[in-house]
């Protein structure tokens, strides 16, 4: 039986389902609410001294060893980044990650603020945080932004050549947890290193092309 008998039998094809767009205020709360979300799960890994992947490990390194609070830190190690975002992803995209940037550093000290200084027990805050901070990444990744920096490679890299934005990431990341042994002791680089894996395993699971369509 030829193809065309077989395509035929089968009858049309069912296009592919496509999501209907969020609304404004949808896009709104979700930014709102993934950065949220993102900065009290970094806020759990700097309460166990540790860092994670991305420019958020990369900002909470510095922080430990520059007289630096982590919120401008993490303003500014993003700024660089924003260029490549608005050639490569337009200005939609460039303006929501600034935004999610921002609203990161804002909420940051907020938490300092209502709970205080914490000291976790490092295994616990070292999967919590990057649970979090994967949680939150995930809703501001599906609201069309990102934190910028790494995230902005990762999306590109998934968009242009079909990797996953979570593995892609994962290997960038395992730099700056080697790099974190300037600040810690071999057990908070191994526990930076599992909650690393952690972060990147919810995005490469949850963040793929195609994936949680509506029907």
Same mark, same amino acid.
């Given at each position: 039986?030829?193809?065309?008998?077989?395509?035929?039998? $089968?009858?049309?094809? #069912?296009?592919?389902? #496509?999501?209907?767009?969020?609304? $404004? #205020?949808? /896009?709104?709360?979700?930014l709102l609410s993934g950065t949220f979300v993102v900065s009290l799960g970094l806020y759990l890994l700097q309460g166990s001294q540790l860092v994670t992947g991305g420019t958020?490990?990369?900002?909470?390194?510095?922080?430990?060893?520059?007289?630096?609070?982590?919120?401008?830190?993490?303003?500014?190690?993003?700024?660089?980044?924003?260029?490549?975002?608005?050639?490569?992803?337009?200005? /939609?995209?460039?303006? $929501?990650?600034l935004v999610s940037i921002?609203?990161?550093?804002?909420?940051?000290?907020?938490?300092?603020?209502?709970?205080?200084?914490?000291?976790?027990?490092?295994?616990?805050?070292?999967?919590?945080?990057?649970?979090?901070?994967?949680?939150?990444?995930?809703?501001?990744? $599906?609201?069309?932004?990102?934190?910028?920096?790494f995230n902005v490679i990762a999306l590109i890299a998934q968009e242009r050549f079909g990797w996953r934005a979570g593995l892609v990431q994962m290997g960038m990341d395992v730099v700056v947890v080697l790099c974190s042994m300037a600040v810690t002791t071999a057990t908070g680089v191994l526990l930076s290193a599992l909650g690393a894996v952690v972060l990147n395993g919810v995005l490469a699971l949850n963040h793929r092309p195609g994936r949680y369509l509506a029907a």
């Open positions: 039986m030829t193809a065309t008998v077989q395509a035929a039998e $089968r009858g049309p094809e #069912t296009p592919a389902p #496509t999501a209907p767009p969020h609304s $404004r #205020t949808e /896009d709104a709360l979700g958020a490990g990369l900002s909470l390194l510095l922080s430990y060893g520059l007289p630096v609070p982590f919120w401008l830190v993490f303003l500014l190690v993003n700024l660089p980044f924003m260029a490549l975002a608005a050639r490569q992803k337009g200005w /939609d995209f460039t303006l $929501r990650t921002a609203l990161v550093s804002a909420f940051s000290p907020l938490h300092a603020q209502l709970f205080g200084e914490l000291h976790l027990e490092p295994l616990y805050g070292a999967i919590a945080g990057n649970l979090l901070a994967g949680i939150g990444l995930l809703i501001v990744f $599906r609201h069309g932004s990102s934190l910028g920096g």
